[in-house]
Each structure stands twice: as C-alpha cells, then as structure tokens.
Nanobody, 124 residues
Framework: QVQLVESGGGLVQVGGSLRLSCAAS????????WGWYRQVPGKERELVAR???????DYADSKRGRFAISRNAAKNTVYLQMSSLRPEDTDVYYC??????????????????WGQGTQVTVSS
C-alpha cells in the first residue's frame, strides 16, 4: 500500500507562484507513475502533469510551460511548481500514484492511490 499527503496549496494573486508537494509513504519503491490532477466540477479528474519512474514528464496543454513536475526519489516526494498562475488555475489539486507490490503469492498487484487534495485559489 502507498499513502500520499499533499501540501502547499493556498491563495495567490494572478501571476504568482506556488509549489505543491506530495509525500509518499508505505511501499514507495513500487511506485511507477506519479501525477497531479485537478477536479473539474461535474467531471472526472483531469491530468495536470505526470512523471514516470524514469523521469519522463507530460503536461496538460494549458499548463505546459507554466507548470513543472519534479521528483525527489530520496524523499519519496513529488513537486508541482506552478508559475504565472491564472484565475482558471483555481481548483483542488490531487496527487496520484500508480504502484505495484509483490503479494504473498509472489505475484504483482497493481494499485492506485490519491492524496486528500489541496486547494489552489488564484485571485485577480
């Protein structure tokens, strides 16, 4: 099992910056993919940015060039550096981890876990 705890959200003015953190605990060596998602009211969570175990990254088109995802493997923590923030970036941001663990039968199980969410509000 993997548990995630997010931090770093808050209120910021247009054009400002924030850094979100997502710290993992538990079976962290099995994490294959990390992601940050936003909750759109009435819709499924949408990808903001993701980073694989190899370090490959991907971004939503609206965030590319303004947001940067990074990972500190030693701290089992993923960051989302958000810059040039706009009012439309206001959302609850969720951290996600996809992982594999070896069970007692010697087979791999895959799992997905989410953090509790952190509110980002960009005021004009």
């Amino acid at each position: 099992q993997v548990q995630l705890v997010e931090s770093g959200g808050g209120l910021v003015q247009v054009g400002g910056s924030l850094r979100l953190s997502c710290a993992a605990s538990g079976s962290t060596s099995g994490i294959d993919d990390w992601g940050w998602y936003r909750q759109v009211p009435g819709k499924e969570r949408e990808l903001v940015a993701r980073i694989s175990k190899s370090g490959a990254t991907d971004y939503a088109d609206s965030k590319r060039g303004r947001f940067a995802i990074s990972r500190n493997a030693a701290k089992n923590t993923v960051y989302l550096q958000m810059s040039s923030l706009r009012p439309e970036d206001t959302d609850v941001y969720y951290c996600k981890a996809d992982y594999r663990i070896l069970n007692s039968l010697g087979t791999w199980e895959v799992g997905r876990t989410w953090g509790q969410g952190t509110q980002v509000t960009v005021s004009s």
